[in-house]
């Protein structure tokens, strides 16, 4: 099976450190974000990443270059305009092939073991969900009974990590350009073909500056 980490947003909420840095190299405890991915995937078994990026993305490829220092080997999407994150995913389908590919916000630091996302999928998706961080109360979705549904701001309502298993099949008719994931996604479940699971270890999103700092103590406590 093959990665994909989603690397190519700007980080407007945490500038000034992503003025002249992609998101993904903005340090947590000494080491860059898309770091702690690459290494969690090499510990799950898996060879062959592949990386979009936008914003900066020059400094990704230079700073991880083939992967091989990883133990991987990396190749990348590069988008000359955002796709938001079902275009630079549907972009990246002839680096990613025709089976289902683990999926990755390069946003969120975790300490979720991606070794378990390797088993067969059955649907067209496969969603980690965690409890809803207070920047996000509301959540996305539902878990019944080991499948997802559509939340409808209904109690229990849990929220989507950024950790994914996708089978190429969900973006069946889709054009290039610009669109979400989240549509896709939806569609697939009124069908019954998402299931999902609810990750009850760390997780943050880091989408600012105190979710960084969050980050740090998190790793520093786990020292």
């Not at 609810?198 to 790793?219: K, P, Q, Y």
Request: aromatic share 8%; charged share 20%.
């Amino acid at each position: 099976m093959k990665a994909m980490i989603l690397a190519a947003g700007k980080g407007e909420r945490m500038r000034p450190l992503t003025l002249h840095t992609p998101k993904p190299l903005v340090q947590a405890a000494g080491k860059p974000l898309i770091e702690y991915h690459l290494e969690a995937l090499a510990r799950a078994g898996f060879t062959e990443v592949v990386i979009n990026h936008a914003w900066l993305g020059e400094q990704i490829e230079a700073h991880l270059g083939d992967g091989q220092r990883f133990g991987l080997s990396i190749r990348y999407s590069p988008e000359g305009e955002p796709l938001e994150t079902g275009g630079g995913i549907f972009k990246a389908l002839a680096l990613l092939g025709d089976e289902p590919f683990l999926l990755v916000n390069g946003d969120i630091w975790t300490d979720y073991d991606f070794a378990g996302l390797r088993a067969p999928l059955g649907g067209l998706a496969h969603l980690v969900l965690v409890d809803n961080p207070g920047h996000h109360g509301w959540g996305d979705f539902r878990l019944l009974d080991g499948q997802v549904v559509d939340g409808d701001d209904a109690p229990g309502t849990l929220t989507f990590s950024g950790i994914s298993v996708l089978h190429p099949a969900l973006f069946e008719g889709c054009q290039p350009g610009a669109f979400k994931l989240a549509p896709l996604l939806r569609r697939a479940m009124v069908e019954g073909r998402v299931s999902g699971e609810r990750h009850s270890g760390l997780w943050v999103d880091v989408g600012t500056l105190e979710r960084l700092a969050d980050v740090e103590r998190l790793i520093a406590g786990r020292a």
